[in-house]
């Protein structure tokens, strides 16, 4: 799974920090889903796009 996370939080000036303190996360956590190197859960997700002003599926490309 790749995330567009790092290209929305560029578009509201967020940093990992800033974003994970919204979210109610660690900036690691943020960090690892930026990688690809988390699935974060739906709620996670959901709160992600809501902070970001867009969808999950914006936000989160699965590859087949």
């Known amino acids: 799974m790749r995330t567009r ?3 929305f939080r560029a578009r ?3 940093t990992q ?3 994970a303190k919204i979210v109610g996360v660690r900036r690691e956590t943020i ?3 930026e990688k ?8 996670l997700a959901h709160d ?3 902070a970001l002003k ?3 599926d914006e936000l989160f ?3 087949d």
Request: proline share 3%; net charge negative; no cysteine.
């Open 5 to 7: 996370i790092k290209e």
């Open 48 to 50: 992600v796009a809501k």
């Open 12 to 14: 509201y000036d967020l």
């Open 17 to 19: 920090e800033e974003l």
């Open 36 to 43: 690809g190197d988390y699935n974060p859960s739906l709620k």
């Open 61 to 63: 490309i699965f590859d």
């Open 31 to 33: 960090l690892f889903i």
């Open 54 to 56: 867009s969808t999950i």
